[in-house]
């Protein structure tokens, strides 16, 4: 009997929408399914990441997506690394269809390995996660596979997740939620270094359609060929200055040329700060949604949750966001531009046991402020399990905007 784990309840957030151009009909076809498969397989050898998961308060989003995984029994670890990975993805997409996932756990050739499931009666391949999510079409079908290795000795920490010897779990699984999503191209690399169209295909996807060139070529015009080596496209690719981008929101994102463990090219992002950065090494981790990959599957057609031009940010606050009542704790603000930010101002709200709420004003040090102790919790609403729930607002002018 396979469990079901569904999402808790969420609170309300910001929500910043996306106007995205659809790749859908509304009519009436009879759907045609295919299956695309990735798999990793870490080394010492690599790009090193280590980006951390945010607080729990952070990531809270009322309007989130709900991911169902269908799962044998688990070690408990290894389940804490799957419930990680579907908060924080949940969290990051904005919808009301539930996602399905099937996730098997034993012993494979690769450390994860990820089938994708494609339905292929439109203009463009797509993900069957994201027909559902715009057709809002009801399955239990499940929208992608994912194997994890039982022999491997993974790193199921996400507090202090650094350990060079052993991959990071809950980051190859969030990797693995990006493919069900549609994050990855169909090409591949044989072992004459020929580049070729995955399962003799007859269409392209939506992730390849948006794949260009440096000099402004794209990369479906090259045949299908049924799955065969492709000569020309091969020689296409080979050319040394010639580079490749994924297009998302008016921008172009660089993507890698060289060949994943899997013989996948053009699959995964130059950069090298990315949950979607190429050939991570043993040990790395990026355990969230960053702006790069929220950004190509917002091109895709989901509804990722921007990230926040300006975000509080406590160095002391562990996952689930609670801290002690009774200590001072400082918070500061973190943005990509922190020079332009004027007029910065903190307010501190704080439920009282008579129904009433008490306001405090803080001072600014910096982009910084200090929330004071507690000095006596009688006066303060405390819910069933002990917490106050206060509340930090920060505004300010950036760039002459008022945030």
């Known amino acids: ?66 991911i169902v995984i269908n799962h044998p029994e688990l070690p408990d670890s290894v389940l804490k690394c799957v419930l990680f990975a579907k908060d924080i993805w949940e969290s990051s997409i904005n919808g009301s269809m539930p996602i399905v996932i099937d996730l098997e756990y034993n012993a494979i050739e690769n450390d994860i390995e990820t089938d994708v499931i494609y339905e292929t009666s439109t203009e463009y391949a797509i993900p069957y996660a994201l027909y559902r999510y715009h057709t809002q079409t009801p399955d239990s079908l499940a929208d992608g596979i994912i194997r994890i290795n039982s022999d491997i000795n993974w790193n199921c920490s996400v507090e202090n997740a650094t350990d060079t010897g052993r991959p990071n779990l809950t980051f190859a699984l969030l990797r693995s939620f990006a493919k069900i999503l549609g994050f990855g191209s169909t090409i591949r690399i044989d072992n004459n270094e020929m580049l070729y169209w995955l399962k003799k295909k007859r269409y392209y996807t939506i992730f390849d359609k948006n794949i260009i060139s440096s000099d402004d070529k794209a990369i479906f015009n090259f045949s299908l060929d049924r799955g065969k080596p492709n000569q020309q496209m091969t020689d296409f690719f080979n050319s040394k200055s010639r580079l490749f981008y994924i297009s998302a929101e008016k921008n172009l994102y660089e993507l890698e040329k060289l060949p994943s463990t899997d013989g996948s090219v053009l699959s995964y992002l130059k950069s090298d700060s990315s949950l979607m950065s190429f050939n991570p090494r043993k040990g790395a981790y990026y355990l969230r949604v960053d702006a790069l990959t929220g950004s190509v599957l917002r091109e895709l057609g989901w509804n990722v949750k921007d990230r926040p031009s300006v975000e509080i940010v406590c160095d002391e606050a562990g996952d689930n966001g609670i801290m002690s009542a009774y200590s001072r704790h400082s918070f500061h603000i973190r943005s990509d531009n922190p020079a332009s930010i004027t007029n910065p101002q903190w307010s501190l709200s704080l439920p009282l046991a008579d129904g009433g709420v008490e306001k405090l004003t803080l001072n600014d040090n910096g982009l910084s402020c200090t929330v004071p102790a507690i000095e006596n919790e009688e006066r303060y609403k405390i819910n069933v399990n002990g917490d106050i729930y206060a509340s930090l607002d920060f505004s300010c002018q950036s760039n002459g905007t008022m945030i």
Do not use: C, W
């Open 1 to 66: 009997m396979k469990n079901q784990s569904h999402s808790a309840s969420r609170y309300i957030a910001i929500v910043f929408l996306a106007i995205i151009q659809l790749l859908f009909t509304s009519k009436s076809l009879a759907l045609d399914y295919d299956m695309i498969s990735f798999s990793e397989s870490f080394s010492t050898q690599g790009t090193t990441l280590n980006v951390g998961i945010q607080p729990k308060g952070i990531r809270l989003n009322k309007y989130g997506s709900d």
